[in-house]
């Protein structure tokens, strides 16, 4: 499915994303060992159920990640030039594994690019629940959108 072309993104919007992805085990330990995050809290069981959580916490910037990939099929598949920054990410409530991540998008401004004629600049804010409703993640991101060809 392809993403939005600049033009397509409409101020106040808001896309809740179809596709969920229930976080597992492998998807923790894999993405903190490649990433060099030896962090107890994520990887050792026993260290964790000592902690307020009582088991091990999902690696926070998996999530975030997880968060924007949910966004890609709807916003940005095949149409963005590249990513600008992103600010403003918070974790109000811990993932675990075993918990399904949902997302949505709200489309807060967007504006011409001054440099690029052929693109504009898209600002999204991503909101992630788990499967209780919780906000688990947000996260206001700029995007460098392609403009339709003409």
């Known amino acids: 499915m392809p993403g939005l072309y600049f033009e397509e993104f409409t101020a106040g919007a808001v896309i809740r994303h179809a ?3 229930t976080v597992t085990e492998t ?22 159920a000592g902690t307020d959580f009582g088991k091990p916490l999902v690696n926070s910037i998996f999530t975030l990640g997880l968060v924007i990939g949910l966004s890609v099929g709807d916003t940005t598949f095949g149409t963005t030039v590249g990513n600008l920054g992103m600010e403003d990410v918070k974790f109000p409530k811990p ?16 504006r ?32 460098m959108m392609l403009k339709r060809p003409a």
Do not use: W
């Open 112 to 143: 011409e690019s001054r440099s690029r004629p052929t693109q504009g600049i898209v600002t999204l804010m991503h909101r992630a629940y788990n499967q209780r409703d919780e906000l688990v993640c947000e996260c206001r991101r700029n995007a």
């Open 19 to 21: 596709v969920r992805r």
């Open 95 to 110: 993932v675990f594994i075993g918990d399904t991540i949902r997302a949505e998008t709200e489309i807060l401004e967007k």
């Open 27 to 48: 998807d923790n330990v894999l993405f903190s060992t490649m990433t060099m995050n030896p962090a107890a809290i994520h990887l050792d069981y026993d260290h964790a």
